[in-house]
């Protein structure tokens, strides 16, 4: 089946070229195809589109859903955390003109860690698209996935046998769920998905992602302090996706000063990490700004960053797409 959508747009290009390489003379084919290479390469990577479905933390903004982004790759849709409101948030961007994002297309997603913020959506991708018809979920993750997914099906028990069992004789509610370690850890036709650690606080394992598809490079942060491997795997990529806080933001714990350091990144410090990488965008995402006063702009969050950091640069909400 995926083989045959592949086939499906990859005919048109090919015969593109046939006809372009028998109408050119010998000498101008050479120079012919690489125009229509770089015309497909194009195509390929006006293909690959971001969807931030959410761009918050714990705190429940209304306009800030849980952390969630799409990685949207012709017809198929991969999910990065599934934070309190995913599949709301994916119909939102099926509805605004992304409809790879309705909720039977949502079959792959990965999980950078099992913090709340970033998981606390998960019965609700794994309950809601089965009730409108999805087959299969597939889930990558951490260490600890596999008993979570296990838990919140053991939870959901009476739900799930009413409808497989009653009168609406749904088919069965198939996951899978993969706890997974740092490398190449899913590759299909058009994309392949690597894991790599990141260091955040006292988790035993937290994830960072890149995804290369045929057009473009991905590298979405999770929660993390600075880190060698979001800068490594980044050299160069064309977007990355990072969690940021504001120095000037507070927190409602003891030492939150400290547990920053451990935990999250600074608007400095992810200047200098965009410094390091120069990628072709950076996207912020996960933005812990909260000062005394109330709410810390996002005016002042890019200027904070932008004191240092002269690149393409933006502050990300639900539902922009890049
Ligand atoms: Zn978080
Ligand atoms: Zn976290």
Request: hydrophobic residues 35%; neutral net charge; charged residues 25%.
């Amino acid at each position: 089946m995926q083989k045959q959508r592949y086939r499906r747009i990859g005919w048109p290009a090919i015969a593109a070229l046939l006809i372009v390489a028998f109408a050119a003379t010998l000498g101008s084919v050479a120079a012919r195809q690489s125009q229509s290479k770089a015309q497909i390469q194009s195509a390929e990577k006006a293909q690959t589109k971001v969807v931030l479905l959410g761009t918050g933390t714990p705190r429940p903004y209304p306009d800030r859903s849980g952390p969630a982004t799409a990685i949207v790759v012709g017809e198929r849709a991969y999910l990065v955390d599934f934070g309190p409101g995913v599949v709301r948030r994916a119909s939102a961007a099926a509805e605004k003109g992304t409809p790879e994002l309705a909720s039977t297309n949502l079959k792959i997603a990965f999980l950078t860690h099992l913090h709340s913020d970033h998981t606390a959506g998960y019965p609700d991708l794994i309950l809601t698209p089965w009730v409108m018809g999805r087959t299969e979920l597939d889930v990558y993750g951490p260490e600890g996935l596999e008993e979570m997914t296990k838990h919140v099906l053991e939870a959901w028990w009476q739900d799930i046998e009413i409808r497989t069992k009653g009168l609406e004789q749904r088919h069965a509610l198939v996951v899978r769920a993969h706890d997974v370690k740092p490398g190449v850890v899913y590759k299909d036709e058009r994309v392949t998905v690597t894991v790599f650690r990141v260091p955040h606080g006292q988790w035993p394992e937290a994830f960072g992602y890149r995804f290369d598809t045929p057009g473009k490079s991905i590298v979405i942060s999770g929660d993390t302090s600075p880190s060698e491997e979001i800068v490594a795997h980044c050299q160069p990529c064309d977007v990355l996706i990072h969690e940021v806080y504001s120095p000037e933001s507070v927190l409602l714990m003891p030492d939150y000063k400290t547990y920053r350091a451990k935990y999250h990144t600074s608007t400095s410090e992810l200047a200098e990490i965009a410094n390091r990488t120069k990628p072709g965008m950076l996207v912020v995402y996960h933005m812990s700004g909260r000062g005394p006063n109330g709410r810390i702009p996002d005016e002042q969050m890019l200027r904070e960053i932008q004191k240092t950091y002269h690149g393409k640069v933006v502050i990300g909400h639900d539902l922009e797409v890049y």
